[in-house]
Structures are given as C-alpha cells and as structure tokens.
C-alpha cells in the first residue's frame, strides 16, 4: 500500500506511563501496516526518555523498528519499547543551582529532536498524562495520534482501554480462588486492586468474581453497612465473605490512602486503603480477615483475546490515520468501530463508573452492598 494522502515517510513510536498488556500488539499492528505502506518506522525508549535523555542511550534512544522486531510480540505483556511514568516532558524535573528539583517544559525539545529525526509523525500510546503531552505537541505543530492504554479504564472519549479487560480477567481469578480459603476458614477476605482514581477495575471483576462487597472512590463508604451485610450473610450460612477495594476508595468524610504524594513529573502512588479497610471490618464484625493486595500483577502477564485485538485495531488505525491526514486526535473504540476523537476533547477528562450505569444497577440488582 502506497501513502496516498499524508506524504508520511518516517514515523516515530513511544509508550508512556504504566505499562498495560496489549502495548505490543499495538506496536506490533502500527509497525505492519506503516511498512505495508512503505514508511519507517521508529520507536523512541522509555517514554520519551529516548529523546530527552540520549546520554542514557549509547546504542541510541530512537531504535528502527523493523518486521523482525515485532515478530511473535503480541500475545506479551509489557513494551518492547520500555516505559516510564517519570520525566513527564511538560513537567521535567530538574535539579536547581539550589539544589531543590524544578519542572520546565521540554516539549519544544522534543519538537526538534523529532525534526532533527526527520520524523514525520507519532503514535503516542498512553494514558491522560501521554494524551496531554500528545495534545501539546500537537499544538505546536506535531502530527500526533494518541491510543489510550490504561488497565484503569479511566480515559474518556473511548468505550474502553486496552490492558483493562485481562486486569478485571485476572482480578475475577484471583477472587474465584480466594471464594474457597475464604470459605474454608470462614474468613473475610479484602482485596485490593488497582484502578486510581476510577473503580472500573473494581466494579467489572467485584461482579463477575462474586464478591460480597465493592468500594469504589466514586462512592464514598460507610462500612457499617459492609459489616450488616457480613452479619446478614453468617446468619444465612455464609460465614465467609469477599470485599474488593478499589485503591482509590475512601470513607465518607475521609481521605483517599496514599503511598507516596506527587512529586515534580510523576502522580501521586496510592495504596493502604484495603489493610485499613480489613481491620474495621475484623473490629465490626468480629470475624478473622486478610488482606490481598493484586497490585502490579495487575498489570502484568498476557493480553486476553480481547485486549489483543483492541491494540491491534488500536494500532492500525492510527496508521491509517496518518495515511488520511489526520493528526491531533486519539483513536477510539465506538463499537462496533474504532474511531477518531481529538485530543483536547479527551484530556482533563477523567471517565469515571456513572452511578445509574446497567453494571451498576446489575451489582446492586445482585445484592452486592458498596457500603452506602
Ligand atoms: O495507571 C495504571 C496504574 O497501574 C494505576 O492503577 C496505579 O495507581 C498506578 O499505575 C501505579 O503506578 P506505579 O507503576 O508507579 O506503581
């Protein structure tokens, strides 16, 4: 296939933030079909670390990528490219003459790497922070195409991200194994999983894994209703029960629980909140808990069929973007199609679990309590 459209001839690559399984179809889909059309293709390492940072690169931080490099790539987790969620170019932190680290803006640094590259245009995949470095460069001239990957579901403008449906697959194994300890030792076990923010991770496996309660941070708890549903549950024979906590959960009144606060070029990390959430729960209910923190895991392992073939439509629709001319917009799945959406419709915007969603009134139709 000849470039008809865009007279695109070398394109550049990068994955930021968290790494989510389908990366490497993504890559992999993008590579093809922009060989297919005679183009070359690059990838940048480690975010753009690659071009910010060449010192770190001896062997180069801009790597040609070729039909061998992404051979047999698709069904592994993780990116071949490497990833960061550090040196966010729009806040990249640096160390002042006094020592204390500042941010500045190095995105017109990376205007002119990729100009001194000859690069033609980018896929940016990532989540908000990459679609807003995406939307910058767009603005000062970049041909940009974002692909949202977030295991945590949270972008908006798209109906779902790749990498969230193999973290709610395994998180929905983790709770079916944690059903029978828990039955055995009529214990209440609380699991934590990731998802910022967002409770999509929570509320997709808490229902599918059969869990008793889920916390989501769009519903602030009160976990004495937790603890009447534990109780309701004894008295009915039941004397285990399985609570999924979103990372992002706090009680009514309360705080969300952090692991480490922001720092310049990086988000806050949160975490905590299910060891707090097990030993209320332990002291209103009497009943022995543990704690499962799924954590990374998460984030790891092999894409589901579904997230592999999300990120390689994902990826040769970006290409086909650049073929008709696009730029500026992040592709989208708006089933049955993926689509295109512009990026400054996209950031800012986080996509949060809407309370009268079917999922939602499907948990609550199941008796699931979310401690309201
Ligand atoms: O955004 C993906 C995610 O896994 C979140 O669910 C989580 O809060 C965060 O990244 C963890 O980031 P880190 O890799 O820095 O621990």
């Excluded at 729960?281 to 579904?306: F, I, K, Y």
């Amino acid at each position: 296939m000849t470039n008809q459209l865009s007279h695109v001839k070398r394109i550049a690559i990068c994955t930021g933030g968290g790494d989510a399984p389908g990366l490497n179809a993504v890559i992999r889909a993008a590579v093809l079909a922009a060989i297919n059309r005679d183009w070359q293709v690059y990838g940048i390492r480690d975010g753009f670390n690659g071009l910010l940072l060449p010192e770190q690169y001896p062997e180069g931080g801009l790597i040609r990528l070729t039909r061998n490099s992404v051979r047999g790539i698709t069904h592994l987790g993780g990116t071949i490219l490497g990833t960061t969620n550090r040196n966010n170019p729009l806040h990249f932190p640096i160390e002042g003459a006094d020592g204390k680290i500042e941010q500045v803006d190095r995105t017109d640094e990376l205007v002119r790497a990729m100009k001194l590259h000859q690069i033609d245009a980018l896929i940016s995949i990532g989540g908000d922070g990459s679609m807003a470095i995406a939307t910058a460069l767009a603005q000062k001239g970049m041909r940009v195409i974002g692909v949202p990957k977030t295991i945590d579901n949270d972008l908006d403008r798209t109906v779902v991200t790749f990498g969230f449906d193999t973290a709610v697959a395994f998180a929905t194994e983790c709770l079916d194994r944690l059903h029978s300890t828990a039955a055995s030792h009529n214990r209440v076990m609380v699991v934590e999983v990731m998802g910022r923010y967002a409770g999509w991770i929570a509320l997709h496996a808490g229902i599918a894994g059969s869990a008793d309660a889920i916390l989501i941070p769009e519903i602030p708890y009160d976990l004495s209703f937790v603890a009447t549903k534990i109780r309701a549950r004894a008295e009915q024979g039941s004397l285990f029960s399985i609570v999924i906590v979103a990372e992002g959960a706090k009680p009514l009144g309360g705080r969300t629980a952090i692991l480490e606060g922001e720092q310049v070029g990086r988000a806050e990390r949160l975490g905590g909140i299910g060891e707090r959430v097990a030993a209320e729960l332990q002291a209103l209910t009497d009943r022995e808990t543990r704690v499962v923190v799924l954590g990374h895991l998460l984030r790891g392992g092999t894409p589901t069929t579904t997230d592999r073939l999300l990120g390689l439509r994902f990826g040769a629709a970006a290409v086909r973007a650049l073929q008709e001319g696009r730029a500026g917009v992040m592709v989208a799945l708006d089933p049955p199609n993926v689509d295109y959406v512009p990026l400054d419709e996209v950031c800012g915007r986080m996509k949060t679990v809407p309370l009268d969603c079917d999922t939602m009134l499907t948990a609550r139709d199941l008796g699931i309590s979310f401690g309201d």
